[in-house]
Antibody, heavy 120, light 115 residues
Framework: QVHLVQSGAEVTTPGSSVKVSCKSS????????ISWARQVPGQGPEWMGG????????TYAQKFQGRVTISADTSTATVYMEVTSLRSEDTAVYYC?????????????WGQGTLVTVSS | DIVMTQSPDSLAVSLGERATFNCKSS????????????LAWYQQKPGQPPKLLIY???TRESGVPDRFSGSGSGTDFTLTISSLQAEDVAVYYC???????????FGQGTKLEIK
């Protein structure tokens, strides 16, 4: 069974950066795409981008292009998501997620979520 | 970009009754390469990540009770709970997914309550 475990909650200030991790266990790590999505309270999740760890190939939603960087460390089966130039509107729960298979498809597995709070 | 619109925003149903959720996409989700609709449904309870219920519009995820079913094709989709149980209280989201290029869009959600 695949488990995705994310790093803990973060409190940051406007203009700063945050880096959240997602460690995978169980199943094969490198060939399966892992995505990041965020959810503002009361709203639906919003996909930010993803990576295929074995290839290092990343893809981003246009909204987040240039401000979000997704990376992977295959030696530790961990994926990272960094957001720069944070603003209050970036306050949300951030999730990593992946499909059951190797295609970019529905998310069968989710991390527990990481609350990022941006406040002065 | 594809826009996903769910209706209604909230729904109150009596225990044992049927609950129906609607989802409309701004473009057809039918994939001619595999003859499937790239549409998933999720259930989310407070403080938890979304849980996959249905994928390819009609395929139930392993372990999901058979009272949950998905239907529809093209741009119009429906999730049905045939007989509402108390543990079904949650927010339900539809999601479109594509692989070329990778892209995902969620609807705004429908909140389900007990009447």
């Amino acid at each position: 069974q695949v488990h995705l475990v994310q790093s803990g909650a973060e409190v940051t200030t406007p203009g700063s950066s945050v880096k959240v991790s997602c460690k995978s266990s169980g199943g094969t790590f490198s060939s399966f795409p892992i995505s990041w999505a965020r959810q503002v309270p009361g709203q639906g999740p919003e996909w930010m981008g993803g990576i295929i760890p074995s290839l290092g190939k990343t893809t981003y939603a246009q909204k987040f292009q240039g401000r979000v960087t997704i990376s992977a460390d295959t030696s530790t089966a961990t994926v990272y998501m960094e957001v720069t130039s944070l603003r209050s509107e970036d306050t949300a729960v951030y999730y990593c997620a992946r499909p059951r298979g190797s295609m970019w498809s529905s998310f069968a597995y989710w991390g527990q979520g990481t609350l990022v709070t941006v406040s002065s | 970009d594809i826009v996903m619109t769910q209706s209604p925003d909230s729904l109150a149903v009596s225990l044992g009754e049927r609950a129906t959720f609607n989802c409309k996409s701004s473009q057809s989700l039918f994939d001619t390469s595999n003859n499937k609709n790239s549409l998933a449904w999720y259930q989310q309870k407070p403080g938890q990540p979304p849980k996959l219920l249905i994928y390819w519009a009609t395929t139930r995820e392993s372990g999901v009770p058979d009272r949950f079913s998905g239907s529809g094709s093209g741009t119009d989709f429906t999730l049905t709970i045939s007989s509402l149980q108390a543990e079904d209280v949650a927010v339900y989201y539809c999601q479109q997914y594509s692989s070329t290029p990778p892209m995902y869009t969620f609807g705004q959600g429908t909140k389900l309550e007990i009447k």
